[in-house]
């Protein structure tokens, strides 16, 4: 009798195992949810990771697909302790989005040493990819070298350039890609200072950039920073002296933040737009009904990212990071991000870039219409040469 209650227990385990739900594939969305950074990436790109998790049909491999949302605050130590506590305790598979510079390059080093994927969308140096460049990290909608090669180059002559820099990793990366750009192209570079994450108060930045004899700001900083900056300066009537502002990493939001009263005639370089074209606008409009903000490039490259791995995963028929990678790399971006993107050694995703011009008030013909398009900047174009990142990745002969 005991060996038949035994017998019946332990069939009873084993069905209860075989009805038992497997484990999620979690991946984690890393930003600013509350902060200056919030509103270019925060609740919206874990939106669009849910979006894309949606599209792509919600399991994979028989296993449901989990999104994790968290606030790193921009600040790298948290962002990193968080993390680690995904991998190691909550078994997050994939890390995306990242806003902050500081915070991205901490996590990238993480992913490097836990052989976790990297999936950067809103955080921008080019040193992702340059001499922090890693297997597991991979960079996808724009880098500080792309912004440089659209806004920097555009404007070069138009100076000379005196820079109002953000203190942290991002805003250096900018305004050395930047400044590098400009002089290449002709330009002058006359000074800099370098300004708190989260300034309010831009004034002494500002009789600084005055008192340089410039004829063109340029704000390498991004976020609520760069929005209060340039309403600033434009209180204090520096574009209607004559001398140009040039807001190197905006974003849809920030414009919509700031108006096309005070930010038309402003010239950005973006990795996505929302009105490009009827595909942009569908997954847009879809967005909108969701978040009632129009996508940011970040926003729209979290939910890219997210559904190309999704997809790797699937055709690798694992979820093992280096596999996965390698099917990534092998595969081209095919959705309304990118057509024919492809990931570079290095972990670049190369694709088309836009340099955009921000409409005047009697330009715009329907809610959030901010910008025009001036030229399609081709990818090769856009993003620095593989040979000349400095990332060890990168293999002789490219």
Known sequence: MRALLALAAVFGLASTAALAEPAPLKIGVLNDQSGIYADMAGPGS??????????????????????????????????????????????????ADIPTS???????????????????????????????????????????YALAAGTGKSLAKDGPWFFITADYAFGAALERDTAKAVEESGGKIVGAVKHPQGTTDFSSYLLQAQGSGAKLIAFANSGADQVNAIKQANEFGIPQSGVKLAGLYLHITDIHAIGLDVAQGLILTQGFYWDLNEETRAWSKRFYARH??????????????????????????????????????????????????RIREDGRMVHDLYLLQVKAPSEQKYPWDYLKL???????????????GGCPLATAGH
């Open 46 to 95: 874990v939106i669009a990771a849910q979006m894309a998790v949606e599209d792509f049909g919600g399991s994979v491999l028989g296993r449901p697909i989990a999104i994790v949302a968290g606030d790193h605050q921009n600040k790298p130590d948290v962002g990193a302790a968080l993390v680690n506590r995904w991998i190691d305790e909550d078994g997050v598979e994939v890390i």
């Open 102 to 144: 500081s915070v991205l390059l901490a996590v990238q080093e993480i992913g490097r040493r836990k052989n976790k994927l990297v999936l950067a969308s809103t955080g921008g140096s080019s040193d992702f990819t340059g001499k922090a460049c890693a297997p597991t990290g991979i960079h996808w909608t724009y880098d500080t």
């Open 292 to 341: 009632k903000a129009m996508p940011t490039m970040g926003q729209a490259g979290t939910y890219s990212a997210i559904l190309h791995y999704l997809k790797a995963v699937k055709a690798a028929g694992t979820t093992d990071t280096d596999k996965v990678v390698a099917q990534m790399k092998a595969t081209p971006v095919d959705d309304f991000f990118s057509h024919g993107g």
């Open 374 to 388: 001036i030229r399609v900047i081709p990818g090769d174009e856009a993003f620095r040469p593989l040979k000349d």
